[in-house]
């Protein structure tokens, strides 16, 4: 217990600061962004009163800081604010219309569509890189773990968006397996929403197995010709019993820190692969405001990525730590 609370509860101390930095950052940011976002949104319908009027109502007339302060303070709240582009001036609002659309509204479906997609592509992430990062570290002197080695080092060195157009066009085009497009908002099943996900998971799934499987290649093989493993060899117990009871519980910490970075990638780093596949996911959303100027959607979907990642680091060293036997002793 002391232990638990001696590692905890500093990394959430320092991962709540961060967070106040990275906001702070990211308001900065975007407050030089170029452009004017109320006359980018009115267009041609821009004139100084309406312009007076939109300013008001978002506080664009506040100063930097004191918006910075409304809008952090509204965001910890849960109050992100309202999105630019949809909103009207009062003199073009009908009875009963809403004035604008929030922004949380706007986010949280995005970031179920996300999640889902992440939940998928772990889904066949976690086996594949476990039974590719086991074969090729037990069977390290067969040529056929050469060659699973050197793809997962290709897999590390190909961009994401690439895999995705060669999967694309193989499973999509040429095989005419799955649709090309994952317009998962549009689905009329089950079946057919997972036949959207196939390929953007499998996108994921094979970027992100390649730096998995070299960390427990690694790890494994240095776990394999410890002492302990050898003697526990020696008993006589089999060689399943000696890999999954002994080496691999030992192995998989760096397994496991890259595991929960590649959760933390895929909540906010697969714009690319959301583009390529028209997935109406958190990435799409974000690229969509940049393009708009809609700052408080950018600010609100950047914040939710800096949240996403700097937790996820704290998750995996938490995680580090408890799976090390050396570093539980009180």
């Given amino acids: 217990m002391r232990f638990a609370l001696r590692l905890i509860l500093p990394r959430v101390a320092l991962a709540i600061l961060v967070l106040l930095l990275v906001s702070a950052v990211t308001f900065t940011l975007v407050e030089l962004l170029p452009g004017d976002p109320v006359t980018r949104v009115l267009g041609r319908n821009a004139t100084p009163e309406r312009e007076q009027v ?22 910890v709240r849960g109050d992100w604010g309202a999105s630019l582009v949809s909103a009207k001036p009062p003199s073009e609002q009908t009875p009963g219309e809403k004035k604008q659309r929030v922004v949380a509204d706007m986010v949280r479906p995005r970031l179920i569509n996300t999640l889902t997609l992440a939940a998928f592509a772990l889904a066949l ?26 793809l997962a080092v290709l897999g590390t060195a190909v961009p994401d968006y690439v895999i995705g157009i060669l999967v694309l066009l193989t499973f999509a085009v040429r ?59 020696l008993k006589g117990l089999t060689r399943q019993r000696v890999i999954f009871l002994h080496a691999l519980p030992n192995a998989l ?10 959760i933390a990638w895929l909540v906010g780093g697969v714009v690319l ?52 036997p050396r570093l539980r002793t009180d």
Avoid: C, H
């Fill in 273 to 324: 692969v959301e583009v390529i596949f028209t997935y109406p996911g958190m990435g799409r959303l974000l690229l969509d405001a940049l393009s708009l100027l809609d700052t408080p959607v950018i600010l609100a979907t950047a914040m939710i990525f800096a949240i996403v990642l700097i937790f996820a680091n704290m998750a995996a060293d938490i995680l580090a730590a408890f799976l090390n």
């Fill in 125 to 150: 992430y976690i086996p594949m890189s476990l039974f590719l990062g086991i074969v090729t570290a037990v069977y390290r002197e067969r040529r056929f773990t050469g060659w699973l080695s050197a």
């Fill in 175 to 233: 095989l005419q397996w799955f649709p090309p497009l994952a317009l998962v908002d549009q689905a009329v099943s089950t079946l057919e929403v997972v036949q959207m996900l196939a390929l953007p998971a499998l996108t994921l799934a094979i970027a992100m197995t390649g730096f998995a499987v070299r960390m427990m290649q690694g790890s494994l093989l240095a776990v394999l010709d410890s002492d302990y493993v050898r003697f526990a060899t």
């Fill in 54 to 75: 939109w300013r008001k109502r978002f506080n664009l007339d506040q100063s930097p800081v004191t918006r910075y302060a409304l809008w952090i303070s509204g965001f």
């Fill in 253 to 262: 910490g760096p397994a496991v820190r890259v595991t929960v970075l590649n």
